[in-house]
């Protein structure tokens, strides 16, 4: 099965505060912008990690990490491949993860 990355983000970054919300409760907005502590390493204070919540890119300014949708927040966070990212933010958000032609 081909999966549709394309479909797949745009609901993701569609319900993107919520999901940001879920995976990484305690953070803050500020502005567009969602920032809270990366849960990958020590990190003492939010301020570092970044996830723009118009657009999905997401950034941790102390380490150089970052990507440049929801899906790679997804594979981030719970050390998935992509493509396995992918399928488990569609079985979350109810979307058909198949591409068509």
Known sequence: MLVDFDRINGAARTALP???DRW???GRR???EYTVRNPKRAD???GSFR???ATGKWKDFATGEGGGDPIS???FL???SQREA???VADMLGVDPEQRS
Do not use: W
């Open 73 to 75: 927040l997804a594979a």
């Open 30 to 32: 500020e502005g567009r």
């Open 44 to 46: 003492r204070t939010p």
């Open 24 to 26: 990484l409760p305690g």
């Open 51 to 53: 996830i723009n919540l």
């Open 18 to 20: 919520g999901i940001v």
């Open 86 to 88: 992918a399928l488990c």
């Open 78 to 80: 719970f050390d998935l």
